[in-house]
């Protein structure tokens, strides 16, 4: 995880790494929850990136 300041906002990258079982959707919507989780909990993520 990686956030720095950029203004009024903080730009954060993430590296998930998730088991190999998991179908390409699967990996999307665990991603989509970890995302909507931060966002909700720190209102000034204003730019999200996960690979």
């Known amino acids: 995880m990686h956030a720095r300041e950029h203004g009024h ?21 665990i991603g989509r929850e970890i995302k909507n989780e931060i966002l909700n909990k720190f209102p000034g993520v204003g730019e999200f990136l996960i690979q």
Do not use: M, V
């Open 9 to 29: 906002y903080k730009p954060l990258d993430i590296r998930l790494s998730l088991n190999h079982d998991l179908n390409i959707k699967q990996g999307h919507d």
